[in-house]
């Protein structure tokens, strides 16, 4: 699957071009992030290798309430295997939520660094693979410079595998 994204003046204009043909509109919060929410969910998912998060559902088959289809053709019972792809993935898309959130509350302090992410991360709980902090926050700061050197019109693609 990949993810086209374009920077607009409002909301991103965001479209995931799953394997099997489908184009999919993601319709993101009005809430103005940098870079958007969706956006450092594809970068932290992928990273930390949340296969079963909101992406990985996506890239599988699920389609979302905030999401639309846009081209291609949908295979038979598409909407039931949708569902029943979120209900099994349930819990992955709740700690992808939390562990995502750490990441999006840490990029946006003041000063964010590595530390107190490992902070956040440690406080809420949450189950992670350590190894792989260090590398997926390197990838979302260098991801903000990129999405805010970006001009309004303009796309970035994102690759999922």
């Known amino acids: 699957m990949h993810v086209n994204v374009e920077k607009t003046s409002e909301r991103p204009t965001i479209i ?3 394997d099997d043909g ?20 594809f970068i932290v998912e992928k990273g930390m290798h949340l296969q079963r998060g909101f992406w990985g559902s ?12 846009i081209d291609g ?19 992955f898309l709740s700690e992808a939520e939390a562990i995502v ?3 999006q509350t840490t990029l946006h302090d003041v000063a964010p660094d590595e530390e107190a992410l ?18 997926t926050w390197a990838q979302l700061v260098s991801f903000r410079e990129q999405w805010e050197e970006l001009s309004v019109g303009r796309a970035i693609r994102l690759e999922w595998s």
């Open 118 to 135: 490992w902070r956040l991360l440690r406080t809420r709980g949450r189950k992670f693979e350590g190894a792989l902090i260090h590398p």
């Open 58 to 69: 996506i890239a599988a088959g699920a389609k979302f309430s905030s999401m639309e289809v």
């Open 73 to 91: 053709r949908q295979k038979p019972r598409a909407n039931e295997r949708s569902i029943q792809i979120i209900k099994a993935n349930e819990h």
């Open 101 to 103: 959130g750490a990441f």
């Open 16 to 18: 995931a071009v799953r």
């Open 22 to 41: 489908v184009s999919l509109r993601v319709i993101g919060p009005d809430r103005k992030f940098s870079p958007p929410h969706d956006l450092i969910h």
